[in-house]
């Protein structure tokens, strides 16, 4: 069964905070993300990762840094965390190579508040 | 610049009739879409997906309808069941050789199935 898992369901930090999100998967994917989901925006891309120690930035990057040491593991990184950063975050992974790798495998998601 | 909408963001439907939710999409170049369903503290789930060279693509209960030429699709489910009440993300991807897949997302869709 097909597995990704981050660090914390629930997370509470101060404004200025650096606050580390780590995510694990299982499946030997080549290609990561992170996502934030906010009340009608929708899932907007922050930063992927198709390789280890590659990372590109997506729709939202500004505030945010990432980090791919390990093919499993993708760690996303707020310097100094503010209030606006306060969101769902969603790591995911996925195949690469054939059409059906387009399918994107969630973890359950970090409800991040910032004080 | 939104590239995936999904204009209604809420849907109520009676138990045993049929849903269908709707998106749009701008980017002539994606060539695969998907839907998943979230439930409230969970991740997205994949639910079917779609190739740009079909119209439609049945699973069960659930059907996808592509129209390219309007830049359209439609998930029906028939019939609808309370446990289907969640939030449906389209998604859209692009062949681009080295991306990492990306997906883009659309802002989502509140089901409601009345008993």
């Known amino acids: 069964d097909v597995k990704v898992t981050q660090s914390s369901r629930y997370l509470v930090k101060r404004t200025g905070e650096k606050v580390f999100l780590e995510c694990v998967q299982d499946m030997d994917h080549e290609n990561m993300f992170w996502y934030r989901q906010d009340p009608g925006l929708g899932l907007r891309l922050i930063y992927f990762?198709?390789?280890?120690?590659?990372?590109e930035k997506g729709d939202i990057p500004e505030g945010y840094s990432v980090s791919r040491e390990k093919k499993e593991r993708f760690s996303l990184i707020l310097e100094s965390a503010s209030t606006n950063q306060t969101s769902m975050y969603l790591c995911?992974?996925?195949?690469?190579?054939?059409?059906?790798?387009?399918?994107?495998?969630f973890g359950p998601g970090t409800r991040l508040t910032v004080t | 610049d939104q590239q995936v909408k999904q204009n209604s963001p809420s849907l109520s439907v009676q138990e045993g009739r049929i849903s269908i939710l709707n998106c749009d999409y701008t980017?002539?170049?994606?060539?695969?879409f998907l839907w998943y369903k979230k439930y409230p503290a969970e991740g997205p789930t994949f639910l079917i997906s779609?190739?740009?060279?079909?119209d439609k693509n049945e699973d069960g209960r659930f059907t996808v309808f592509l129209n390219k030429s309007a830049k359209h699709l439609s998930l029906h489910i028939v019939p609808s069941q309370p446990g289907d009440s969640a939030v449906y993300f389209c998604?859209?991807?692009?062949?681009?050789f080295g991306s990492g897949d990306k997906l883009t997302f659309g802002t989502g869709t509140r089901l409601a199935v009345r008993p």
């Open positions: 998604a859209a991807s692009a062949a681009d």
């Open positions: 980017n002539s170049m994606f060539d695969y």
């Open positions: 779609i190739s740009s060279i079909k």
């Open positions: 995911a992974s996925s195949a690469t190579g054939t059409a059906v790798s387009y399918e994107q495998y």
């Open positions: 990762s198709y390789d280890v120690k590659m990372k």
